[in-house]
């Protein structure tokens, strides 16, 4: 499925009025309160954050959700990764929406701006944990994500892929492996 495809079948309406922005620093704190509220207290020990931790998300690639208050009401980061065969993609996540606000579309929102973005940015893959009956809607599936792993446990149903470039997945395989820029912090710890 073309990523214009799947815009075009997923309309989004907002049953509040919000607006999607890059991510700055300043909302670091907010951002933590809503993934907890969100996720839970457990959230950071997913296996998907091993491949976060210590990194910044790829480029131009970590959007917030604004409610008409100002108050945050979404996020989605994407960060850079490696399929175990040395193939560019994407990891997408945390995906999270103020439980208060469920079903407003923002979620909705916020994944069609993050793949139109990955795909202008020239990104030609996005992998991702999650739900397909959800993810599904924008063309994610384990279609290609058979012979790739992540590194630690998760649910083999659950790993997800959409190609943002026909076959950019085709026979990609092994373990996921962190690419992208390290955070400030992990580059201080490194050089010490």
């Not at 495809?5 to 922005?21: C, L, M, Q, R």
């Not at 990194?55 to 399929?83: H, I, K, Y």
Request: aromatic letters at 6%.
């Amino acid at each position: 499925m073309q990523t214009a495809e799947i815009v075009e079948k997923v309309p989004v309406s907002f049953a509040i009025s919000a607006e999607i922005d890059q991510q700055s620093p300043a909302v670091a704190a907010a951002r933590e309160a809503l993934l907890g509220r969100a996720m839970g207290l457990n959230w950071k020990r997913k296996t998907s954050q091993k491949l976060r931790r210590g990194r910044r998300p790829s480029e131009g690639l970590a959007f917030v959700a604004r409610s008409e208050d100002g108050n945050l009401a979404g996020t989605v980061r994407l960060w850079d990764v490696a399929t175990g065969d040395g193939r560019p993609a994407l990891l997408l996540g945390p995906l999270a929406v103020d439980p208060h606000l469920k079903s407003a579309g923002i979620g909705k929102a916020l994944m069609l701006h993050a793949i139109s973005e990955a795909k202008r940015l020239g990104h030609k893959a996005i992998l991702l944990i999650g739900d397909a009956g959800y993810y599904g809607r924008f063309g994610f599936s384990a279609e290609k994500t058979g012979a790739l792993s992540m590194p630690g446990p998760y649910e083999r149903h659950r790993f997800l892929a959409l190609e943002l470039v026909p076959g950019a997945l085709d026979d990609a395989a092994g373990t996921l492996k962190a690419t992208g820029r390290k955070s400030k912090a992990a580059r201080v710890a490194a050089a010490a």
